[in-house]
């Protein structure tokens, strides 16, 4: 085998549908085949991939303990917030919500040891809309807003305008949306700032606000005429 991480990518997904077909015998004795191929991976990323696949079928096989271990070994803190968010997400799902909230804590935590400022807002951006589609919108705003990056921030600010419309809740996605649009208009430059704008536009009315739209392409086309770099200009007004 040339790169073992790909047939042990197989296994562990393979195992997760055993697991979720109710087999749990094959889903136990693939997921053992495919931790045995993994003493032989050594690319972290490809490594952290099979982790996550073989923590995610251990759970679903009614496992969590062996999951949450597995979810712990694996070295790359990106893919490991990934795993143990979605093993939170199980659990929450399985009613488990003292086991969800405690991976939720300790996914964020791992999160924000992430160095590179990039990989910690995708990461947080991930556990904000994991935490959204539980219903937990408080933490999901929280984790939003501790987003460092301000495109990311906005980006996952107006998400969850969506989301809180779509419950119903219309004052808190009117201030989630005013929030987004803030950051936006905040971008240390006009091409940010005009981009980001645009960006909103696609998804406006959406967060309950049928003049958004409208409004925001009006606000990020006469900032793009303001752009002095004519591509730079024609790359937003395109």
């Known amino acids: 085998i040339i790169n073992p991480g790909h047939p042990a990518q197989t296994q562990a997904a393979l195992a997760s549908a055993a697991a979720w077909a109710g087999d749990q015998d094959r889903a136990a004795r693939l997921a053992a085949d495919a931790e045995t191929v993994t003493q032989r991976i050594t690319d972290p990323e490809d490594l952290s991939s099979v982790l996550l696949g073989l923590a995610r079928a251990a759970a679903e096989a009614g496992d969590p303990g062996r999951a949450e271990a597995l979810a712990r070994t694996v070295p790359d803190p990106y893919f490991q917030v990934e795993t143990l968010g979605q093993l939170a997400s199980i659990a929450a799902e399985e009613g488990d919500r003292d086991r969800a909230a405690r991976l939720a804590t300790e996914a964020e935590a791992t999160a924000r040891t992430i160095t590179l400022p990039y990989y910690q807002a995708r990461a947080l951006d991930e556990l904000a809309t994991a935490a959204a589609r539980t219903g937990d919108l ?62 909103l536009v696609g998804e406006g009315a959406q967060a309950g606000d049928p003049g958004r739209p409208a409004r925001l392409a009006t606000e990020a086309e006469a900032i793009a005429r303001t752009i002095a770099h004519p591509r730079d200009q024609a790359s937003v007004l395109a």
């Open 138 to 199: 408080d933490r999901a705003e929280a984790l939003a807003r501790a987003i460092n990056r301000g495109q990311e921030r906005s980006a996952a600010l107006d998400d969850l305008a969506i989301t809180a419309a779509q419950a119903g809740d219309a004052d808190r996605a009117a201030r989630l949306a005013a929030d987004a649009e803030a950051v936006a208009r905040s971008l240390p430059d006009l091409y940010s700032q005009a981009h980001m704008l645009a960006m």
